[in-house]
């Protein structure tokens, strides 16, 4: 009888099933990123590439929807990533790519997982992502151009002081501040920032509660459980940024804070920027910016319940690097 060993052909089925069984479950852990043609400007861009399959962005959108369902489905993490067709073509035009390709719009889109806005699927519906999306990619754009005028801004003339980081740390106090002192509760921050070329707008959520009767907080701070507002995350990153912008360029702002509380109402608190700092507005004049169509400059009817206050100080008397 011969020495060799022959393997049953149950034996080879069960080594096929198991390497198959492994890379399936090595498939979920490589995550995988969705290119979203979310506008529908920028889907008929695209549909002068012969490659580009669709010519229905409804029906596009339902396909994509469907896609992510399915990758989901099997236990893969997916991001959800804006594809621009303007940015892909010069992608395709500094690599030597052929923009009329599928290979060339998956690198892109391999590009993208890293660089440009995304969110992760978590299985909302496609006409929800969309808008968020965008949402993501104007924050995204508002947080770089903000970025850009503060390492723009140069050194102080006196001092030597990087006036850009120097703004941001009052930025981050000054939000420290407005939000100790609008007191236990749900806010809603705005900020806006004109600039030459556009207009930043951030804005921020977060709250604070009451500190525990054991300790009392300090005069003029109340905030999360240990007194301190919550203002960890990427929102209060973009808010700062935007704020910093508004006072090392020493121009025009404003923000606007809206407190929902324990009461029966909402408060609204109303700044304006003024030479590099954050200047408090009286009740009467909050009153009237809440109270005025922005577009029209007709008087709209007060909401129901709202209490428009003045605005408390924040801001130091006399910053060092505020424009004249």
């Not at 892909?88 to 052929?98: H, P, R, T, V």
């Not at 929902?260 to 408060?267: F, I, L, Q, S, V």
């Amino acid at each position: 009888m011969s020495g060799t060993h022959h393997r049953s052909t149950t034996d080879d089925t069960t080594d096929r099933t198991s390497r198959s069984t492994k890379r399936r479950m090595l498939r979920r852990e490589i995550p995988g990123t969705v290119g979203l043609i979310a506008d529908p400007v920028d889907f008929a861009a695209m549909r002068r590439y012969r490659s580009f399959a669709f010519d229905d962005h409804q029906d596009y959108l339902r396909h994509v929807d469907d896609l992510l369902r399915s990758l989901a489905a099997r236990g893969i993490h997916t991001t959800v990533a804006l594809f621009d067709p303007e940015e892909y073509a010069d992608f395709c035009a500094e690599q030597c790519l052929d923009p009329d390709s599928a290979a060339s719009r998956s690198r892109f889109t391999a590009e993208l997982a890293g660089t440009g806005p995304g969110l992760p699927y978590t299985g909302r519906p496609i006409d929800e992502i969309v808008p968020l999306l965008i949402d993501e990619a104007v924050r995204q754009a508002t947080w770089e151009s903000a970025t850009t005028l503060l390492a723009d801004l140069g050194t102080c003339a006196d001092c030597g002081e990087d006036i850009g980081r120097s703004s941001f740390e009052r930025a981050a106090d000054i939000l420290t501040r407005l939000v100790q002192g609008a007191g236990p509760g749900h806010h809603h921050l705005v900020c806006s920032i004109p600039t030459k070329d556009q207009q930043l707008v951030a804005v921020l959520h977060t709250e604070t509660t009451a500190q525990p009767p054991e300790r009392p907080p300090a005069a003029g701070a109340p905030g999360g459980p240990d007194g301190t507002p919550r203002l960890d995350g990427r929102e209060s990153l973009d808010f700062v940024t935007v704020l910093a912008a508004g006072l090392g360029l020493g121009g025009p702002g404003g923000l606007v804070l809206r407190t929902t509380g324990a009461g029966p109402g909402d408060r609204v608190h109303g700044w304006r920027l003024d030479r590099g700092r954050l200047v408090p507005l009286s009740a009467a004049a909050v009153f009237n910016a809440y109270c005025t169509d922005a577009d029209t400059g007709e008087p709209v009817a007060p909401e129901h319940g709202v209490d428009y206050c003045p605005g408390y100080e924040v801001d130091g008397p006399d910053p060092h690097h505020g424009t004249s």
